[in-house]
């Protein structure tokens, strides 16, 4: 049955009526109100309890938001009310009450609904089934060491390491457990505790979520991220460059780690791997990228402010020079700007010429990074020198690039590729996430920040690559290209945290809802099946 109440010409609510209580809750309620609902059901002492109760972070200042229905019929109880505020006791504040949509079945010779003219509220003959406490843990271990390498090593794993067998691993969470969960609630909390909507601590905590499942941690201590659900590769430099900020700031040892296993593969002429697959005992050969050398640098630049790790900075001091040389040799005209071999990149689809400004903006940064750890390992030479080229790369973008709205997509020997890429400034989000004051001014961010969005954002896709504003030129490496027209979910929350670095909070707001949404909708809130 569907129901539709309209409101002096107003339609209030409009249920499916397809049967589904979650899609009658999200009519009702709102979609918000609905994607913070567990799903419950259970048999006991002849009572049956199904229905929708809300997470503890979907709470309100009273209990309008309870519904209980015993038999079928809507009801008030007190009863009811007490059991459900006592389950919640360690989840929620003390002034808060927990939502739910809940349908109790029980014997009609056990309840009494005659203690109110309305028949709103009814009283159980025996409360003590309601309050009922049941408490089941099941602790699931497993213990692989069989994992082999190509070369038919046995490289085993991590927690060979602490345990001996699954039992033993079984037999210390169990004792460890009431330490564990505190902690695991106290994260869980921590997270939540936010001015921010929802949809941030929740896309910190689904993306968290990718550190258990999509890693690899090995015997020796090698540690290595999948760049997608379980493929493409282990520490795939430019995926770890946008994705590793969690792990610096919890398991900073684990990235350096990462780090310094992937400076054991940098090639004699300065390029820096690209991934490791199938197992982390070798690289791939896609030394072809530009972007991954600068990557590396401000990867380097990021760890070391987080962590004030001085021996890190100096193991990969020479890694970081001879990333930095290679990269100056795309400057043939020497403006200060990569404007040779700029192809290839992240972008792996979508080919770029002469001097492209995502390059660009991320050689800036490396330059500005790679200065500052020349001045902290003592070295001013290289300091100076990249300082300079610094100066010179600044004044090169805005007269190659900049066109008055934006930067251009990329200029080469007179052409020009005037595609907007919401990617732009890429290396400048990842400067200011460091803690540092950007190369590009504040309100010239701010700008190019609110044209992206008004072009590149669509409500119902989200942000897209790049698009080709009214009247501007687009070249055949761009045109439909699957790339440009793609949504990547990890260049929109870089583009929103950029967007915040400026004060533009509504935008950000906006696109990361639109991820929240959409991962919501296509059922992928905890499986990101992208690269």
């Known amino acids: 049955i569907a129901i539709r109440l309209i409101v002096d010409g107003t339609p209030k609510i409009d249920t499916v009526g397809d049967g589904n209580l979650r899609n009658t809750i999200y009519s009702i309620f709102g979609k918000e109100f609905a994607a913070k609902l567990i799903e419950t059901e259970l048999t006991s002492d002849g009572i049956t309890v199904k229905g929708f109760i809300g997470r503890p972070d979907n709470v309100r200042a009273n209990r309008n938001y309870q519904n209980f229905f015993i038999n079928g019929r809507y009801i008030k109880s007190r009863t009811a009310a007490a059991a459900l505020e006592q389950a919640y006791t360690s989840y929620i504040a003390s002034e808060k009450f927990p939502c ?50 190509t070369d038919g090593e046995r490289i085993g794993h991590y927690y060979e390491n602490v345990y001996k067998s699954s039992r033993e691993a079984n037999k210390a969470l169990e004792e460890g457990f009431d330490s564990i969960y505190k902690s695991a609630v106290s994260f869980s909390q921590l997270l939540y505790s936010t001015s921010l909507p929802s949809a941030y601590p929740d896309a910190w905590s689904s993306n968290l979520s990718q550190l258990i499942k999509d890693s690899v941690y ?22 770890t460059y946008h994705a590793s900020f969690s792990l610096i700031s919890l398991f900073p040892d684990l990235q350096k780690k990462q780090m310094k296993m992937g400076a054991c593969c940098q090639r004699e002429d300065g390029r820096v791997h690209h991934s490791f697959k199938p197992d982390m005992k070798c690289s791939d050969n896609g030394f072809d990228r530009v972007d991954i050398n600068m990557q590396f640098v401000l990867m380097v630049l990021r760890d070391f402010l987080f962590t004030g790790d001085r021996e890190y900075l100096l193991s990969l001091w020479d890694n970081v020079k001879r990333a930095m040389a290679s990269s100056e040799f795309l400057d043939t005209d020497n403006d200060g700007l990569p404007d040779y071999g700029t192809k290839r990149n992240t972008y792996d689809a979508w080919n770029f010429s002469g001097t492209p400004v995502y390059i660009s903006v991320l050689w800036l940064a490396a330059l500005k990074a790679a200065a500052y750890i020349a001045d902290r390992v003592g070295e001013k030479q290289f300091s100076e020198k990249w300082n300079t080229i610094l100066i010179k790369g600044k004044k090169a973008l805005e007269e190659k690039l900049w066109n008055g709205e934006y ?20 290396g400048e989000w990842f400067l200011r996430m460091t803690g540092f004051e950007g190369n590009i001014p504040n309100e010239r961010v701010r700008s190019v920040t609110e044209f992206i969005f008004r072009n590149n954002f669509d409500p119902e896709q989200g942000l897209v690559n790049a698009t080709v504003p009214e009247g501007k030129k687009i070249t055949i490496d761009t045109y439909n290209n699957c790339q440009t027209i ?15 670095s400026v004060g533009e909070v509504g935008i950000s707001d906006t696109v990361v809802d639109s991820i929240h949404s959409n991962q919501l909708r296509f059922g992928a809130f905890w499986d990101h099946w992208e690269c």
């Not at 509220?121 to 060491?145: C, D, G, H, M």
């Not at 930067?407 to 890429?426: A, I, K």
């Not at 793609?486 to 915040?500: E, K, Q």
């Open 100 to 149: 739910c949509v809940l349908f109790i079945e029980i014997d009609h010779r056990l309840v009494d609904v005659n203690v109110h003219p309305a028949k709103l509220e009814v009283k159980f003959s025996n409360e003590k089934p309601v309050f009922a406490q049941k408490n089941i843990r099941f602790i699931l271990t497993w213990y692989f060491p069989n994992h082999y390498a």
């Open 218 to 239: 090995l015997k020796n201590g090698n540690f290595g991220l999948w760049e997608g659900l379980g493929y493409c590769g282990l520490h795939t430099t430019d995926i």
């Open 407 to 426: 930067y251009n997509l990329w200029h080469h020997n007179g052409e020009t590729d005037e595609s907007l890429m919401t990617d732009q400034l890429d």
């Open 486 to 500: 793609a949504v990547w979910t990890g260049i929109g929350y870089a583009f929103s945290a950029l967007a915040l």
